[in-house]
């Protein structure tokens, strides 16, 4: 006779499982959190002119921290030790502060949760190591968090008050019959009210987190040239502002008040947009050149 015997079954769980389930299981609970706050924003105030940056922030800011956890996979002398207290933590923390926005509408505290509760996630699998790597990527998300309106209203209505001066002088330099009432252009036959978008609010932001993020990608070693362009942005983004507002009072005058409203109107501010970002990369190369300039001269007078 032969004995046979019947092979227990295995209770080792799948390694693929075991590697992945964690993951999925965050991104479901990242899902059902975040999922309903990103559809009201997108049908909400991500959809206007004054919050049409956040997007674009966000939108970056996922590929910033796919591009750096890419640098960190292939760093073998980033040691991970995960910080299971400081992580659990600042995600309670996080969920605290997503609860308290969600529950009485405020953008600021449920948005916001995002950015502690992704380093929480960090620091509970990777370690403080990991995230001191991805630091500027949870920095630049905070340029997506909506402002609340009290504050967007005093920072737009200065600027609001500067473009419109600013056209005003232009104008008239060029010889064109223009005046001004308040943020309100009056050339030839039309009214123009130089709205909220056409401050530059929207565009600072948005320059600024793009220029912040191009400073970090280059990685230039010169504290003061990272700050002198850093900034610049803001001139930049009000120059190129007044640049469209006078674009388009231009373009009423001569073409009429449908023209200057319709298709140009978004059109200017995307071309304006796109000309502010390349003048952020010409000066960044006229002071590389600058700064190799004055590093010879020194060398050359040692």
Not at 69 to 87: H, M
Not at 133 to 159: E, H, N
Not at 262 to 269: D, P, V
Request: charged share 10%; hydrophobic share 55%.
């Amino acid at each position: 006779m032969s004995a046979t015997t019947s092979a227990a079954p295995s209770s080792n769980p799948d390694p693929l499982i075991a590697l992945v389930g964690p993951w999925v299981a965050v991104l479901i609970g990242l899902g059902v959190l975040y999922v309903p706050t990103f559809s009201d924003l997108f049908n909400g105030l991500w959809s206007t002119d004054q919050n049409a940056h956040g997007p674009i922030v966000f939108g970056v800011a996922m590929w910033f921290l796919w591009f750096r956890a890419r640098e960190i996979a292939a760093d073998s002398s980033i040691k991970v030790v995960p910080s299971s207290f400081i992580g659990g933590v600042t995600i309670f923390f996080a969920l605290a502060l997503y609860v308290l926005g969600r529950s009485q509408a405020v953008y600021l505290f449920e948005v916001g949760s995002l950015i502690p509760l992704l380093a929480g996630g960090v620091l509970l699998f990777f370690g403080a190591a990991v995230l001191r790597k991805l630091w500027f990527a949870f920095f630049f998300m905070l340029f997506m968090i909506p402002l609340p309106g009290s504050v967007t209203d005093t920072l737009t209505q200065p600027m609001k008050i500067a473009v419109s001066w600013g056209a005003e002088h232009v104008l008239y330099w060029l010889d064109y019959p223009i005046a001004r009432n308040g943020v309100v252009l009056s050339i030839g036959p039309y009214q123009l009210l130089v709205a909220d978008a056409c401050a530059g609010l929207n565009s600072l932001f948005t320059l600024e987190a793009l220029g912040l993020l191009y400073l970090n990608v280059t990685r230039h070693e010169t504290a003061f040239r990272n700050i002198l362009l850093a900034t610049l942005i803001v001139p930049i983004s009000f120059t190129a502002n007044l640049i469209r507002v006078v674009t388009l009072s231009l373009i009423t005058f001569y073409l009429g008040d449908a023209a200057g409203q319709g298709f140009l109107h978004k059109f200017s501010g995307m071309v304006l947009f796109i000309s502010a970002l390349a003048l952020i990369i010409v000066l960044d190369g006229v002071l590389r050149r600058a700064s190799i300039i004055w590093y010879q001269r020194k060398g050359h007078k040692a």
